[in-house]
């Protein structure tokens, strides 16, 4: 068995070791979900940004640009950071130059490990499948919120620990309990994650749509894998 | 209603308001417990201390000193951190001087705080009933192990915030997700425990009577509470 493991915020990443490991970044509502979506729609690779200046320059080398804080997309930008921007295709072909709030720090803060995917639910499957053709032990690495704990990556999480269970082991308090809490709640995400802090803020922003689709199972038989600070899709 | 919001680590402390707070420090195995059982038990105060050369300085001013290091009882200590070694009671009226891996690191780092409380199952409806006396916001502030999610002290944390649905309203993901986990698990503290990583620690150590103790409830109408880096008990 290999082992799976939780770290909550990417202000916790320095107590684990990342070396030798397949870390999986999660930012459920919205940059992973955004990301995993402008993949399978066409989109050729996609690089993260630390802030909103070096995404905007980004602009002069042909990216899309796509620029949120705070859940509302930036000034100046042609996109922000909703999923649903990408289903029609239209942006058959582009590179998108990305930032945002929580999720772009926690793949810099990844640096260092043996791989780096984008994990989100509308790509679970596929990323377990591509987990097991592996054999490494996997740092879940929840982008948070502002630092702390957050209801939906802490989910996706368990939801990853418990899909992982033939193969790997939980290895730490965090993927323990994660994996109880979805056992008791994924049958009804939405419901539980409506009291969430995020989702409540979502909810202002009124992007109803954007979180059912965040929390879709499987739409994508893709996988989202950083290198070098620019993230592809592998489709499997 | 009030709030109530739990800080997964002290390492996370930094992200919570603590001014106007009433904070609930928690420690399970075994800090927290143990401190509870020795005031319960006789002991009239206890001075927590940062290392264990402060501690064992305190022998000199009358006190009894206890110190631990990483679950192991400190050489040159006259008491480790086994909360079963104060309940005979031969310890009446004794000032005690106690240091801990993690708990003695939360309770420096609650400072700021309106008023701080120390946690464990064998006091919680006390606890309970003193914070529901007080008109507060509560923040729980689990210690962790190395500045890590552990799982006794969240479990613990989502008991406290079940425990005071009532009056208090879950501010935080953290807080609605370990009440979550508290109603699935709590029937079976000890074998969902039982997987966890400190408990396994534990077990190297043949303690199993000390995880009986801590996961009791209610043994104790007393509350813990610390002031100017002293903590006694206050019976209900």
Redesign the interface.
């Known amino acids: 068995m290999q082992q799976v493991e939780?770290c909550?915020?990417p202000?916790?990443i320095h107590?684990h070791e990342l070396q030798g490991k397949l870390v999986v970044v999660v930012d459920i509502f919205r940059a992973t979900s955004t990301m995993v979506a402008a993949l399978a729609n066409g989109i050729s690779e996609i690089k993260t940004c630390a802030d909103l200046e070096e995404c905007r320059a980004m602009a002069s080398s042909g990216y899309l640009i796509a620029g949120e804080r705070n859940g509302i997309k930036a000034e100046g930008f042609q996109l922000g950071n909703s999923p649903l921007a990408y289903l029609s295709g239209e942006h058959q072909s582009q590179k998108l130059a990305m930032t945002t709030t929580n999720g772009t720090l926690a793949i810099s803060k990844s640096a260092g490990a043996d791989e780096i995917l984008i994990g989100s639910f509308p790509n679970l499957q596929a990323t377990v499948s591509y987990i097991q053709s592996r054999d490494k032990d996997v740092l879940i690495h929840c982008a948070g919120?502002?630092?702390?704990?957050?209801?939906e990556d802490?989910l996706y999480a368990g939801a990853l620990v418990k899909a992982l269970e033939r193969t790997h082991e939980?290895?730490?308090?965090?993927a323990?309990?994660m994996k109880?809490?979805y056992?008791?709640?994924g049958h009804n995400l939405k419901g539980?994650l409506s009291?969430?802090?995020?989702a409540k803020r979502l909810q202002n922003h009124n992007i109803d749509s954007d979180i059912d689709f965040c929390l879709t199972l499987d739409l994508f038989s893709l996988v989202g894998k950083v290198e070098n600070g620019i993230l592809t899709g592998i489709k499997l």
Chains 1, 2 share one sequence.
């Open positions: 939780i909550f915020s202000e916790l107590l919120w502002k630092g702390k704990f957050n209801l802490s939980a290895e730490d308090d965090g323990i309990a109880s809490l056992e008791k709640e539980f009291q969430a802090s995020h």
